[in-house]
């Protein structure tokens, strides 16, 4: 098998109310996640899936346990290091797109490969490739304001894969569409996902969409355990 994108070990996260209340949020979760592999994450609102995508991300830390990002410890990382670590190798898709309104479809892609290092000239390429990829390459030149809500968040995933990351994260990716589009973006990320053999794990509350993963966990009042 090989080495995991990454890892929790026994990741332990609570917060405080006032003087005297203590919320666990996370309670010892221990998971990895393979290269090429698509994790679903299912929980009830409040949860904490949020909370453990952060944590993931290096948005955030645990209390104790460690994270482990392609074989690295990141709670004995330096900010510098976790900064990059997270531009270079983590992808975010979020429930809303978040897309610059000023900015075209394919400079939305663009844009954080520019702030990755990579030359106008190949970033224009990956970006347009992407977005082909998403079916989106007749309207790589339309704003935002001109993208229906399922092409807006096509361009969020495409956005999210362009620094070619090696995990995806995503929470609640369809959250915010109809069934119909729902169904066609996840198709479209999952494809997307599996092309390019990416380590993803996807938080959602559907669980028929859950249930095209390679397989699901359920976070529930801190825990984590298969679904």
């Known amino acids: 098998m090989n080495n995991p994108v990454l890892e929790f070990k026994a990741v332990s996260k609570s917060y405080h109310q006032g003087q005297d209340k203590e919320i666990v949020v996370l309670r010892d979760v221990s998971f990895a996640?393979?290269?090429?592999?698509?994790?679903?994450?299912?929980?009830?609102?409040?949860?904490?899936?949020?909370?453990?995508?952060?944590?993931?991300?290096?948005?955030d830390n645990g209390d104790s346990g460690q994270v482990y990002l392609a074989g690295a410890d990141m709670g004995r990382a330096s900010e510098r290091a976790r900064t990059a670590a997270r531009r270079e190798q983590v992808g975010f898709v979020y429930q809303f797109h978040h897309l610059l309104p000023e900015f075209s479809a394919v400079e939305n892609v663009v844009l954080p490969q520019l702030a990755n290092g990579?030359?106008?000239?190949?970033?224009?390429?990956?970006?347009?490739?992407?977005?082909?990829?998403?079916?989106?390459?007749?309207?790589?030149?339309?704003?935002?304001?001109?993208?229906?809500?399922?092409?807006?968040?096509?361009?969020?995933?495409?956005r999210a894969l362009a620094n070619e990351p090696a995990v995806l994260l995503a929470d609640e990716p369809t959250g915010n569409l109809d069934p119909d589009t729902s169904d066609r973006v996840f198709a479209a990320l999952v494809k997307l996902a599996r092309d390019r053999g990416l380590a993803a794990l996807i938080a959602t509350h559907n669980l028929a969409l859950a249930d095209r993963m390679d397989r699901v966990l359920r976070l529930d009042h801190g825990a984590l355990s298969p679904a």
């Open 33 to 59: 996640v393979q290269p090429g592999e698509l994790v679903g994450l299912v929980a009830p609102s409040g949860s904490g899936k949020s909370t453990l995508l952060h944590i993931a991300g290096l948005l």
């Open 118 to 158: 990579i030359g106008r000239a190949e970033a224009d390429g990956r970006a347009a490739e992407l977005l082909a990829q998403m079916g989106l390459a007749d309207r790589a030149d339309h704003r935002p304001a001109a993208l229906s809500g399922g092409e807006q968040q096509r361009v969020a995933i495409a």
